[in-house]
């Protein structure tokens, strides 16, 4: 099969090929060019890190096949489609409450996703996470209820109709999965009082 390119972000480019796809962080020509080799290097390896821990866990999201260090992961391609054009036609409370258990099951493993939006899952039988090029480990609250914080505004701004239900509903199966719900629950108060936050490319 011909390599074909799948996707174009702000910091990579995505090509399928033979089912598996290659996440290419490209150069940034306004970055300087040590700076921005330095950071793609950082990306791509902490992503790998983190790829390999999901699978440890058995979590779903894509396999990693390979990885240069530098700026270019293979990864398995995961079938299906985005949650963000499905979530409105479907059972979207179920689909929501798999949101929460699954972020969950990230959190008490110490992952902070960075950047939980639906573009970035995919159904298939279950959901899929992926894009984890902003994730990193902590054992912080405030990470962890931040991470909260940015999939309710994800939700707020592109499932404006069904939010709310969709994010009670993801909480709601965060609190039973998750190891310190209280206290990130607590902290996302605070976080919400805070105000709004950025997310990359915003
Ligand atoms: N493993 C994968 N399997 C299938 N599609 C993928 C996979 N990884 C990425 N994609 C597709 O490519 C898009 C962009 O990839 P993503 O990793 O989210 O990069 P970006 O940082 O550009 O958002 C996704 O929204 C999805 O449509
Ligand atoms: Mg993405």
């Not at 939700?155 to 199966?173: D, G, P, Q, T, V």
Request: glycine share 4%; hydrophobic share 35%; proline share 2%.
């Amino acid at each position: 099969m011909p390599k074909s390119i799948i996707a174009q972000g702000a910091e990579a480019k995505l090509f399928l090929e033979d089912n598996r796809i290659l996440k290419q962080r490209f150069p940034k020509k306004y970055r300087i060019k040590q700076i921005d080799e330095k950071l793609r290097g950082f990306r791509t390896r902490r992503e790998a890190k983190i790829l390999q821990k999901l699978e440890a866990i058995n979590f779903p999201a894509p396999r990693l096949i390979s990885n240069d260090e530098k700026e270019n992961l293979v990864i398995e391609n995961v079938r299906g489609n985005l949650v963000k054009d499905i979530l409105e036609k479907s059972d979207y409370k179920k689909l929501c409450s798999d949101i929460g258990k699954k972020v969950a099951i990230l959190h008490n493993n110490l992952i902070i996703h960075g950047d939980l939006t639906t573009s970035n899952m995919i159904f298939n039988k279950e959901i899929y996470f992926i894009d984890f090029g902003l994730s990193f480990f902590s054992e912080k609250a405030e990470d962890r209820a931040v991470d909260l914080h940015l999939l309710k505004e994800g939700l707020e701004s592109k499932h404006y109709r069904i939010w709310e239900k969709c994010f009670r509903c993801a909480l709601e199966a965060y609190k039973k999965e998750a190891k310190k719900s209280v206290e990130t629950l607590k902290r996302l108060e605070i976080v919400e009082k805070r105000g709004r936050y950025r997310r990359k490319g915003s």
